[in-house]
DNA sequence: CTGGAATTTGACCACATGGTAAGAAAACGC
DNA sequence: GCGTTTTCTTACCATGTGGTCAAATTCCAG
């Protein structure tokens, strides 16, 4: 376990990964070069090397710091709370994190993208697991009749696809709507009536 | 213009950009090798070169293709038609591409995560002006009260987004959803679903 | 069958790439 | 200040990369 400990380390390593992020996801894994990471971090590529054992590396590291945080919100929608509220709220949070992470977003489009080859035991892991248990909640609430009958799973699909379109497809989306636009407010009032028709008995 | 015309011609240029099409949609331009295009393609390298000058070349003979495709059924939209049918058809249309031809699906994603660079004038120009177009069609919908009134544009993203969800994240919905399960035929009935209840006035 | 055109190939090149090795330079504990 | 450890750099290497070139092979019209 090399843990970054001193300060040095510490400070070296989070600038490394920023420009890694930077880097893997607008490139993807194979298209990302040490070099470029190293130029946008500042650092010499063998310094690189010195923190991080290969390129490898540091995408497992961006990967595995990711997961959490993404999976985060729909962790905390609770099953005690009212059903509508706590859907829209993981909507509004999930779209939140596109809008001020997008670049963590990309990296996990490309990754996903790419067959997942560097995720596959994440995704199978607990992300399915996390998915199965909120799923059981949503079907929990449709028995109950406090929100419409819909297969839990596409429904938790629906959530992601529409959130996370608006930090990927940000490019197109923003030339579609040209000038004067706010993406993510229009986005965050849209999604709130979509969701509110939708799950309405 | 180096338009295909002898059989050969016509029959190579295709196994190319076929190869090339698998291979670019699954490690994004940069990622991509002309060794394992044209390994895929069972052709030699200089072969490939021999009918497209570049990389680069193939690429963009690929989008171009493309793009046609993708906006195809946006564009059959009938300002005629029953609005709840024509959209849910559009819907419907653009599901099936999805499922049919998930490698353009990812190509285009992978180009547009990536900042669109060889796409920008696509996206700005045919694109824009149809979305423009189809925005003002849902638009007079809206205001005749036929269908729910939405900002028209994020329908129509929201119908990419959801779409394009099953064949760009393809990994991920069949690692959540487990065995026994067809992604596209489920989509299919929920999409129905979503977008009837979203339209009711 | 044959000559010219189309197609294909093997050898090659310059450069980029991930990573290494060894020592110089800082930083730190005392 | 000094010796040790940490950090960093220069020079380097093997391999991969996009692409070229001249020659070989195949194709095809007459």
Redesign the pocket.
Known sequence: MSRP?????QK?SETILEAALEVFSTHGF?G??????AEVAG?????L??????????HQALLTRLLDTWLDPLREMDPDGEPVTEILRYVRRKLELSRDYPRESRLFANEILQGAPRMQAAIAGDLTALVAAKSAVLRHWMEAGRIARLPPEHLIFSIWALTQHYADFDVQVRAVLGEGHDPFAEAGDYLDTLFRKLLAP
Do not use: H, V
């Not at 990302?32 to 990471?37: C, N, S």
């Open positions: 400990q001193t300060r040095i380390q070296n194979r990302a070069t040490l070099d470029q990471i650092l010499s590529k063998p310094n090397i010195y923190y991080f054992p290969s390129k490898e590396a540091m």
